[in-house]
């Protein structure tokens, strides 16, 4: 099958830079944690990556203004909460200037003292292993302490910037 390809262009227009970025689905996460001062901190982020198996390291990516920046630097820790498949709410929630993102929120502390999310289809509780300068994002590098994985539900994907829940196929007969 013939694609419809646009002309190569330089990343200079921010727009499509966007949308060739777009291009690669991911799936998406809630990235929590706790200051040690206690304050808590959740965000949106499809940047969530793994890195290598050993030692067990992973990465998201924030940008530099971000609100909780300064908490993500603090806490010394985060958890990594997969979406399944019907949480896009949920995903916006977390992206929005709400007061509480976690008002009537299920969740528990994990072993780190991050906010677990039970709904999640995995959650991995790491350690900050590093932070990098990534032009106007802070590349945060985690080693997983512990990890946790439902053996059902699939993932929401968002791609070219609108979600697309992955339905869970009916089972196949014998
Ligand atoms: C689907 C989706 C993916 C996002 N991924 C990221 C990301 O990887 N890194 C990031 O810094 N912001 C990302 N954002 C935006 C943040 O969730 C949003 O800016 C949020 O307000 C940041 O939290 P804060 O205001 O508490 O700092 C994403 C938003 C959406 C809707």
């Known amino acids: ?4 390809v646009q002309d190569w262009v ?6 499509d830079l966007r949308q060739a970025l ?9 990235i929590t944690g706790t200051t040690p001062a206690g304050t808590r901190f959740g965000l949106t982020a499809s940047s969530f990556q793994p890195v290598s198996l050993t030692p067990p390291l992973v990465l998201y990516s924030i940008r530099k203004g971000a609100a909780s920046i300064g908490l993500v630097k603090d806490s010394g820790s985060f958890c990594v909460n997969v979406l399944r498949h019907d949480h896009a709410e ?13 008002e009537g929120l299920e969740w528990y502390s994990g072993c780190l003292g991050c ?3 039970p709904d999640a289809i995995a959650s991995f509780e790491c350690r ?3 932070t990098y300068d990534g032009g106007d994002h802070e590349i ?3 080693e997983v302490a512990k990890l946790r994985r439902a053996r059902d539900g699939n993932p929401l994907v968002y791609f070219r910037g609108e979600f697309h829940p992955i339905i869970p196929a009916a089972p196949r007969s014998a």
Request: with cysteine.
């Open 1 to 4: 099958m013939m694609m419809a």
């Open 10 to 15: 330089t990343p200079d227009d921010p727009v």
């Open 22 to 30: 777009g291009c690669f689905a991911t799936g998406i996460t809630i």
């Open 90 to 102: 949920l995903a916006k929630r977390f992206a929005a200037p709400v007061a509480d993102r976690f």
């Open 115 to 117: 906010p677990v999310l």
């Open 128 to 130: 900050l292993w590093a």
């Open 140 to 142: 945060v590098v985690g």
